[in-house]
């Protein structure tokens, strides 16, 4: 674990951001999921050090966030922020954030010069930063949080304000990172697409609690199968017939449109021998596949419950 | 045939100390006012020069490097007129700095020194600093030393560069004698008035939003106190500690106090001490509420 919460709770003022957060974030990519003011950055700048927690506990490898100075040289931290110094092209930036985290000169501009050509700005790097475009601001944010080849990456919403291919392009350097660098990180996105693409574990936050943690495979693998079945000519109850071949629940979906819940072990060849039950004959069969998308809603349904 | 690779690799260092970390914010702070649009910033920071070029001239002059034919010793008539031209008394390296040089010293910190702080707010830019290895008291005093460099060097270094031009310049010893009993005193003078002054303008661009508005609240504190100050010695019948309100002035009476200059006007230097004591300490518990990490969050 490269980041553990215990019970953290964050305050700003009378409002709490987080509540009595508890997690464990395994290495590689993981994504904290969770809308917007669920408390996700809150949780970042709390292990940045920029917030001191109300109550509980955070660990970052073997570090406390109080001790800012050996554990921001592990950190990397992308904000969400359209964050730069004023005056400065994209080297002088990377290059000055790298002393800033303790490099000395030399290997801060060898090193400036080594991100901006991994994020691929190699070309526009001794070009003013006020004037890169929004995709070009997030890379030289991702260069500046590798200057100092960090373990760990904070990404505050990597893709806002990309456009697909800046997006892909982003979102091909995290999982690059991840897989090919050994980077351990948190990938903080409201967006799940980005958080499927490249995370094998989740934290599900909403309304500063977590609501559901794990890897990706576990919150989405069914207990149950679920298949969308179309069906047509059926002389007798298609419903009765499915039932009597062990499903779970059928909701009619249209005319002549089943979902049909069935248990794990129960395979789809019951759903054709039931419709050969009720004289009818299958037109399309789909199996229902639980995405991300469906274990965000579901926990958030169990957690406004 | 690679000459250069610039491929990521995995990197080992051994992290530099707190001081060098800051170095890199404080040289990016001297080097802001030569990054002014259209070479701005230089051509005013050469002009910053011209009161301690003018007294570089005077001794080229004075020490014959420039012969005037005539059979009056001119030079000495000049000097005996007006003793502040002669480069072995006080008034020679003070007065272009603290009679002469008010608008050097609005233009140094309108430019650069109200402006450090406030500039990286409205860029977001504490964040870059302050998730970094560096304290935001750090970042405070990186900026302030950044700042105290580049007036330093008008303040501070010219007027040592005059004198020791003209300690070079001089065919025998006695200019040497007759200045270093009152220089060393003179330069301790001069590094408290630039570090005070280069400390509240820093100070007072941590209180703004922007740079524009820092530079204009600064220049109406400044302006406002000296007018203030001004008004009030008339009012109080020639009490001129009233002018103390006015840190220029204030940190002028100083200098002088500290280099053994015996005052042109009634003025007591306590009073100096006292409003910039009070000001000084106002700006730091301030700093205190504008420097926390969770200013970066505002």
């Given at each position: 674990m490269f980041v553990?919460?215990?019970?953290?709770?964050?305050?700003?003022?009378?409002?709490?951001?987080?509540?009595?957060?508890?997690a464990e974030f395994p290495s590689g990519a993981v994504g904290l999921l969770g809308r917007n003011g669920a408390g996700k950055s809150s949780i970042l700048r709390a292990l940045l050090g920029l917030v001191l927690p109300h109550a509980g506990e955070m660990k970052i490898l073997d570090f406390s966030p109080s001790d800012f100075e050996e554990s921001r040289r592990h950190i990397g931290?992308?904000?969400?922020?359209?964050?730069?110094i004023a005056g400065l092209n994209g080297f002088e930036m990377v290059a000055l954030a790298g002393e800033i985290t303790g490099l000395p000169r030399r290997d801060a501009a060898r090193r400036a010069h080594e991100v901006l050509y991994l994020v691929g700005l190699e070309e526009q790097r001794y070009r003013e930063i006020a004037g890169y475009s929004a995709g070009m601001r997030q890379k030289v944010k991702l260069g500046t949080a590798l200057v100092h080849d960090p373990d760990i990456l904070f990404l505050d919403e990597p893709?806002?304000?990309?456009?697909?291919?800046?997006?892909?392009?982003?979102?091909?350097?995290i999982d690059f990172l991840a897989k090919d660098l050994g980077k351990s990180i948190i990938l903080s996105s409201h967006i799940l697409a980005d958080v499927e693409r490249v995370c094998h574990s989740v934290v599900l936050l909403e309304k500063g609690s977590v609501v559901a943690a794990g890897p990706l495979s576990e919150l989405t693998r069914h207990e149950v199968r679920v298949f969308v079945v179309d069906i047509a000519g059926a002389t007798t109850s298609p419903i009765e017939a499915f039932e009597r071949h062990g499903a779970l629940n059928i909701e009619p979906s249209g005319a002549d449109r089943y979902r049909v819940t069935l248990p794990e072990?129960?395979?789809?060849?019951?759903?054709?021998?039931?419709?050969?039950?009720?004289?009818?004959?299958?037109?399309?069969?789909?199996?229902?596949?639980?995405?991300?998308?469906?274990?965000?809603?579901?926990?958030?349904?169990?957690?406004?419950? | 045939m690679v000459i250069h690779g610039v491929r990521y690799r995995p990197l080992d260092y051994q992290p530099t100390s707190r001081w060098r970390r800051g170095w890199p914010i404080a040289?990016?702070?001297?080097?802001?006012?030569?990054?002014?649009?259209?070479?701005?910033?230089?051509?005013?920071?050469?002009?910053?020069f011209v009161p301690s070029l003018i007294s570089l001239g005077w001794q080229f002059i004075y020490h014959g490097a420039y012969q005037i034919d005539s059979d009056v010793p001119w030079i000495e008539v000049v000097v005996g007129r007006t003793p502040r031209l002669n480069p072995a008394s006080i008034s020679f390296y003070l007065d272009p700095i603290l009679r002469e040089s008010f608008w050097v010293f609005m233009v140094l910190t309108t430019l650069v020194s109200c402006r450090a702080v406030a500039k990286d707010r409205p860029t977001d830019a504490l964040e870059i600093y302050w998730t970094r290895g560096i304290s935001p008291w750090g970042y405070f005093l990186a900026k302030w030393a950044g700042s105290f460099l580049l007036m330093g060097t008008v303040f501070i270094a010219a007027p040592l560069v005059v004198w020791?031009?003209?300690?070079?310049?001089?065919?025998?010893?006695?200019?040497?004698?007759?200045?270093?009993?009152?220089?060393?005193?003179?330069?301790?003078?001069?590094?408290?008035?630039?570090?005070?002054?280069?400390?509240?303008?820093?100070?007072?661009?941590?209180?703004?939003?922007?740079?524009?508005?820092?530079?204009?609240?600064?220049?109406?504190?400044?302006?406002?106190t000296a007018a203030a100050g001004r008004v009030l010695s008339r009012v109080f019948r020639g009490e001129y500690s009233w002018k103390?309100?006015?840190?220029?002035?204030?940190?002028?009476?100083?200098?002088?106090?500290?280099?053994?200059?015996?005052?042109?006007?009634?003025?007591?230097?306590?009073?100096?001490?006292?409003?910039?004591?009070?000001?000084?300490?106002?700006?730091?518990?301030?700093?205190?509420?504008?420097?926390?990490?969770?200013?970066v969050i505002a």
């Open positions: 553990t919460l215990e019970n953290l709770t964050i305050r700003y003022g009378s409002i709490t951001a987080v509540d009595q957060a508890s931290y992308m904000s969400e922020k359209d964050g730069y893709t806002n304000g990309l456009d697909p291919k800046g997006r892909k392009e982003m979102l091909g350097l072990d129960v395979g789809a060849s019951s759903l054709f021998a039931a419709a050969v039950d009720c004289g009818a004959m299958v037109h399309r069969l789909v199996e229902h596949k639980r995405s991300l998308e469906d274990v965000f809603l579901g926990a958030v349904k169990e957690g406004i419950a | 040289w990016n702070e001297f080097r802001s006012m030569f990054k002014m649009r259209w070479g701005m910033g230089i051509f005013l920071f050469i002009l910053c020791l031009v003209g300690v070079a310049m001089a065919s025998d010893w006695t200019q040497l004698e007759d200045s270093l009993w009152f220089m060393p005193r003179v330069m301790v003078g001069l590094i408290f008035m630039t570090a005070v002054l280069t400390y509240a303008a820093v100070a007072f661009s941590a209180f703004s939003r922007t740079p524009n508005r820092s530079s204009l609240i600064w220049a109406f504190f400044i302006l406002g103390a309100i006015d840190p220029w002035d204030s940190s002028k009476r100083l200098v002088e106090w500290f280099a053994g200059v015996s005052p042109w006007e009634d003025y007591d230097p306590t009073a100096a001490f006292v409003c910039l004591g009070v000001t000084l300490a106002l700006l730091t518990i301030g700093l205190y509420r504008r420097l926390r990490h969770v200013e």
